[in-house]
Structures are given as C-alpha cells and as structure tokens.
C-alpha cells in the first residue's frame, strides 16, 4: 500500500502475509505486521499466504430425520478395510465400510442404547471395545456385539501397559476412580485392580490418556501419572491445567494437546502442561464458550493443521472450530465455522478423509472438500490490523493498494479506528495464474 501525506510525501506499507495468525487478546493496533484481527474460515500456508478454505460434502444420511451423530470412531482392522462406527441418537451402533463410495450402507450392531450419553471407543486385539457411562462396558468383533454388565460402567476408556483402563463410573465416590484390567485380556477386571487418584478433592476424573510411560487420568482442574501399572503409583503433574473433554485429546510426536477450561494446552510428558493459545485467550470465558457443554468437543488433525470443535454460549453442541499450525515457524491459530459435532479421520489405502457427524441434521459429511458446505455458501474473512504508516499525528489519504491473489473476493477499507466500512471494492482474479 501507499498513502500521500497531508503536506504531500509518499509512504509505502507492505503486509508481509500471516504467518503470525490470528490475534484477538491484543488491540487492534498492537498487533504484529503479520498477525490479523480475524481469520475466518481461512487455510494459511508455510509462507504466511491465505486461502479459502474448502468446503464440506455430503457422505449420506443416517436414520431419520431427528436423529443425530454423538460420537464417531474409525476401527482400524487388520485384515479388512477400516469401519467407520457412529452412535446416533436413536440408541443405535452402526457401521460402514464403503463410507468412500456415492451411495455407502450403514449395517446395524445394536439397538437399544443410550440416546444423549455418546460412546467412546478403543481397539483392542483386533476387537472394538466401548463405554459411556451408562450402557454395558461392551465389545464387538465384527460380527458379535457382546455386553459384560459385570465390567466398571464407566465414560472413558484407554488401553495402556497392555490392560484396558476405565474411568468415569457414576456414583459416590467413584468419579475419582480408574478400574484396570487383566494384563491382555480386556473381558476382565480384578475385584481389586483400581485406584482413586486424589479422592476427595472436590474434582472429577473427565478423560483419560497415555504416552509410552504413563496413564494420564485427567481431572477438570488438574492431572496425574500412573507410571507403575502393577502397584498404581502415581503422582500429580499439573496443578493448575485440567481437561474438559475425552475427545479432545490429540496425539503427536511433540506431546499430547488437551482443551482446559483456559485454552488448549500440550503435555510434553516431562512437567506441567504449557498453555500454548495466548493469542485467542478471549475466547475460553463463559461468555464465549458453553462451559455446560465442553465435554462433547472434539479435536481432529487435517495435515499440518490441528483443531477443536467446540460449542460457543449460544450452542449446545460444537459449532466453531479452532485450528493450530504447530510445525509453522509462529505456531498461528485460525478460526473455523463446520456444524460438526462429533469428527474422525480415516485412512483408506491412500486416502485420507475428515469425517464429521452434523450438529443439526442425521448427515454424515467430509470435511474440506469442495466449494459449499453441503450446497451451502459460505464466506472467508481476512481482516489485518490498523496502519498508521508510521506517522500517527498526520492525515493520510489512500493512493493505492497492491494486491497478489487469485479469484473474486471483496476489500473493504475503515478508517479512524471506526467500525463501520467506509469503501467496499469487488476484486476479481478470476485468471489462472496468480
């Protein structure tokens, strides 16, 4: 851009991209050259460049019309394709194998379920094992589903040190306690072989982890390690970072993220946790988010790109997302709008896809793929912070504005720290080439 001074001499200002992401916790004009006042619904790439992102596509429909997705797991197996598992909120299980094809199938594994409290999963032994606090601990091999009413009850379940872990059972008392099973054989648990981690403390255990060395039971306001699976030592690690939801949890080769009531953290498996969403701190307060409702969001990876679906005060279900660039030199955050609910990807041969359950229709839909969410237009916002082309006392009127792009997209100007728009201009880049 440059802009002619009051007294006539010519300033230049270059936005050097956005590779510093979004930035809502500073004002407006403090923020970094390349940091933005929004980025919605916007794809960064490693040079700080922007794009729309891609829409959402319609997979198929599920049961009736009411119905709705509350949890969604992909079982990898090992000698047939992955079946991507949902639980809808008519109480039944369903499976598909052709979740890649026009039209794909949804076979039935049981009836007769919870219709609000969603399942959580785990692979075991080449079996799918599951529980939400409500229903039966229970497995399914594929053709069998089989209920063990005499297993713990419980939300959350984890498999670690070779046993199936259980957390999250109902009742005076137990929602501090975690239930192990036999060493290799997940059907089975001791009459003995649990452990309440810090009972009394007036906290609940809400998901529960691992990394290689230890089980990590998380409490809403803080987490442990059990690092001896035999004698169930254990140890506080955080203090001050608990997690809200299950499904929140995200592995990978830096540490395990986890939402907390105060931002997105990582346990790098050494110490507290690190709270790494500073710049879009404004959004974890109860009047941004449904704390109520924490516990259903969800977390998926896109490529280099981590994210969070979660519920805003307004909702009762997931309906904005939150995405991290942790392998980006600045590790910047953008903002999404999907109506997911309940996300899992899967990989079939080579295709990777990022499947989400629709927070107000029975739809299962693939994420980042085409140009309307599901026909729906939907539009992409890039909003930079205040210039004042160094010379703030001075009136500066606008020359000219240098843009690099493709496509057909609008730039609005404001000025004088207003918030109304004071020229709107149609831009179109409708070439091949950039």
């Not at 953008?334 to 295709?351: E, G, I």
């Amino acid at each position: 851009m440059s802009t002619m001074l009051q007294d006539g001499a010519q300033i230049q200002a270059k936005q050097p991209g956005f590779g510093g992401g979004v930035n809502i916790r500073d004002v407006p004009s403090a923020l970094e050259e390349d940091e933005a006042i929004a980025l919605a619904n916007i794809i960064l790439d490693e040079r700080g460049g922007v794009s729309k992102r891609q829409g959402s596509t319609l997979i198929s429909t599920v049961g009736t019309g009411t119905d709705r997705i509350l949890s969604i797991y992909t079982w990898y197996r090992v000698a047939s394709d992955p079946h991507v598992i949902i639980h809808l909120s008519d109480g039944s299980l369903r499976y598909s194998t052709n979740y890649d094809t026009g039209s794909p199938s949804w076979t039935t594994i049981a009836t007769g379920k919870s219709t609000s409290a969603p399942y959580n999963f785990e692979t075991y032994l080449d079996r799918l094992y599951m529980s939400n606090g409500v229903n039966n601990y229970a497995k399914w091999d594929g053709t069998t589903f089989t209920e063990m009413g005499s297993n713990p009850k419980g939300k959350y379940l984890k498999l670690w040190k070779d046993s199936m872990w259980v957390s999250g059972v109902e009742g005076s008392g137990l929602e501090n306690r975690i239930y192990s099973s036999n060493v290799g054989d997940p059907d089975t648990f001791g009459a003995s072989s649990f452990v309440d981690i810090f009972k009394g403390d007036g906290d609940r255990i809400k998901a529960l982890g691992a990394d290689a060395n230890a089980l990590i039971p998380f409490k809403q306001r803080r987490f442990f390690i059990i690092f001896d699976p035999v004698t169930f030592a254990n140890r506080l690690m955080d203090s001050e970072k608990g997690c809200e939801s299950h499904r929140s949890l995200l592995y990978s080769e830096e540490g395990i993220y986890f939402l907390s009531s105060v931002g997105i953290c990582v346990y790098f498996g050494d110490g507290p946790a690190e709270m790494i969403s500073g710049k879009i701190q404004p959004l974890f307060t109860a009047s941004q988010l449904n704390y109520t409702a924490l516990d259903l969001a969800c977390s998926y990876q896109d490529g280099v790109r981590f994210g969070w679906s979660l519920p805003e005060a307004s909702s009762a279900v997931p309906n904005l997302q939150i995405e991290y660039y942790p392998r980006y030199d600045k590790k910047p955050w953008t903002f999404h709008r999907l109506p997911a609910r309940a996300m899992a990807s899967v990989r079939k041969q080579t295709n990777v896809l990022l499947l989400y359950g629709h927070n107000a229709s029975n739809k299962v839909e693939k994420a980042f793929v085409g140009s309307t969410d599901d026909g729906t237009a939907f539009q992409a916002l890039v909003e930079v912070g205040w210039y004042d082309f160094n010379s703030p006392l001075n009136w500066k009127y606008l020359n000219r504005v240098k843009l690099v792009g493709r496509g057909k997209f609008e730039i609005q100007f404001k000025r004088n720290f207003e918030t109304a728009i004071k020229r709107n201009r149609l831009i179109d880049f409708s070439g091949g080439t950039d």
